[in-house]
């Protein structure tokens, strides 16, 4: 578990070779010892007002005090919106992403709001998450809660230990978050006044055993600190382990466009680092290698730290042209891009290209320019991942010629095959020549079932034309597929006659026609 360096000034640094050497956290200045502490029961600072009771600073729904339920609804939504403007920065920018995170990545998954969707669930859609990533059942889950609150506060506290169980047992650094930091904040001061000794410490009182410091009660304002990055931390860690856990050095050692030579130089670059974890620096050789690619310089850049050397959007800019080179098609996305920074105009710009590169593509994860403006780095590795695991389906996979004579319509059908048990919609669009045209413009293939989709070419010149389909899965609630990509190129091998003219004579006479020509061309 890493520790604080409480007064001591951090930097990431290379353990080695430049190229080839760990990145590690290593301190700059010690000015105090190394102390640990607990990011849920945080020291007092000096300018921090006195604790008040729970009982004075929690609101709790009282219905027997002449309100009515629809005023006190509105007095906490209120109270609790101005909790969530009091968070820290890096807080509230973790929840809007981790919002726009779980509603793309998690399938099925249609969120309004951390973590209250989460709360007035009951913990239901904790459950689902976990679930659905992870592909394997959570036990622990409760069905029926009782109507009582003395007996449902327990329940959901067994309930948010099982599911806490579970992905510690799975690798989560959950050690720091307790069940009763998920509950709501009423539910959490009902938790405190029932004083429930079932979950205290089952070692208090065993000799030998330090003794324990007596606990303390949060107010409802500090509270919701508490809970919402205590919420946070659980979400982040079931995307690091299900999802970011599945990058591996045989999976990088498979992915296109590195070759083997790059994936033979591993070593310390990867498995020395108390920063980061393997699969992190595998994602980091990823950008590394596709920005030294597409951007060579005299003096190699290293991405080490995603806050600043993601920033410029030139990393970003060169996967996506390291697997989609159509998006490149005569420079136009690389003469966009400022190498040498000097303002911030020249950033935005960069940011701007690369967003607007992604929406071309199809990449549906909404990213913003706040998120390399402001950045947060846990939140980049996650779109890092994003595309890490999204742009090798774009690379094409096969290519498809279109043979005949040149004004001969040629028709061709991509045949698809779903063998998942839900049906999959895919939206499909060219980019290219405009003499290749979609039959349909959206197909639906139900459970194991194929379906097939038309593509018509009509050739203009006798030189060939090229194009690119894109074939983008839909969100209707059904299975997310992978997006499919296939190169259209034509192949003019004759003539085909626009007319036929017959013509008579006599031997030796000459005889003249007048013969109508039209433009098959519509300008």
């Given at each position: ?171 989560a650094l959950l050690n720091h ?43 409802a304002r500090k509270y919701v ?90 990393a970003i800019a060169a996967v ?204």
């Amino acid at each position: 578990m890493l520790r604080s360096l409480v007064g001591s000034e951090m930097c990431i640094r290379d353990r080695g070779n430049h190229e080839q050497g760990a990145v590690v956290l290593a301190p700059i200045a010690a000015k105090a010892t190394l102390q640990t502490r607990s990011q849920l029961s945080p020291e007092p600072e000096e300018d921090e007002e006195p604790e008040e009771p729970v009982a004075c600073s929690t609101q709790v729904l009282n219905l027997e005090d002449g309100t009515t339920a629809e005023e006190e609804e509105q007095a906490k939504l209120a109270a609790h919106q101005s909790k969530l403007q009091a968070l820290p920065p890096h807080v509230q920018h973790g929840l809007g992403f981790m919002l726009r995170w779980l509603n793309q990545c998690v399938p099925g998954a249609s969120f309004q709001s951390i973590p209250d969707d989460f709360w007035h669930s009951k913990g239901k859609l904790l459950f689902d998450v976990i679930e659905a990533v992870s592909g394997k059942p959570v036990p622990g889950r409760v069905v029926k809660f009782s109507a009582s609150r003395k007996e449902m506060i327990p329940q959901l506290i067994r309930q948010y230990e099982e599911a806490l169980t579970f992905l510690k047992s799975h690798g989560a650094l959950l050690n720091h978050v307790k069940p009763e930091n998920l509950l709501l904040p009423n539910e959490h001061e009902q938790f405190c006044r029932l004083n429930l000794c079932a979950f205290a410490d089952k070692d208090e009182g065993i000799l030998g055993h330090p003794i324990p410091t007596k606990k303390r009660k949060f107010s409802a304002r500090k509270y919701v600190r508490i809970t919402i990055e205590a919420w946070l931390d659980v979400l982040y860690q079931i995307s690091k382990v299900f999802m970011l856990g599945r990058v591996s050095v045989k999976q990088f050692r498979t992915m296109p466009g590195i070759p083997k030579k790059e994936t033979e130089k591993l070593g310390l670059a990867i498995t020395g680092s108390n920063l980061y974890s393997v699969p992190e620096n595998l994602i980091l050789k990823w950008l590394t290698y596709h920005h030294g690619k597409a951007f060579p310089t005299q003096q190699p850049r290293r991405i080490t730290n995603l806050e600043t050397d993601l920033s410029d959007g030139l990393a970003i800019a060169a996967v996506l042209m390291a697997h989609a080179p159509y998006l490149n098609l005569g420079g136009r996305f690389r003469q966009g891009l400022v190498t040498s920074l000097s303002s911030v105009e020249d950033q935005m710009a960069n940011l701007n290209k690369v967003i607007q590169g992604m929406k071309e593509l199809g990449l549906r994860m909404p990213i913003t320019m706040n998120d390399f403006m402001e950045p947060v780095g846990r939140d980049l590795m996650l779109v890092c991942l994003y595309l890490y695991q999204q742009l090798p389906h774009y690379i094409p996979k096969a290519t498809i010629e279109f043979g005949g004579r040149l004004g001969e319509l040629i028709v061709k059908n991509i045949e698809l095959t779903n063998s998942s048990k839900t049906a999959i919609s895919y939206s499909a669009q060219i980019d290219g020549s405009a003499d290749f045209k979609l039959l349909t413009p959206t197909v639906c293939i139900d459970a194991k079932s194929k379906c097939p989709i038309g593509i018509e070419f009509v050739g203009k010149f006798s030189h060939p034309v090229e194009a690119v389909l894109f074939l983008i899965p839909g969100s209707s609630g059904g299975t997310d597929g992978a997006p499919l990509v296939f190169n259209l190129k034509s192949a003019i091998s004759g003539l085909k006659p626009v007319g036929n003219f017959s013509m008579e004579s006599k031997m030796y006479e000459l005889v003249a026609e007048s013969i109508t020509i039209t433009n098959p061309f519509s300008t």
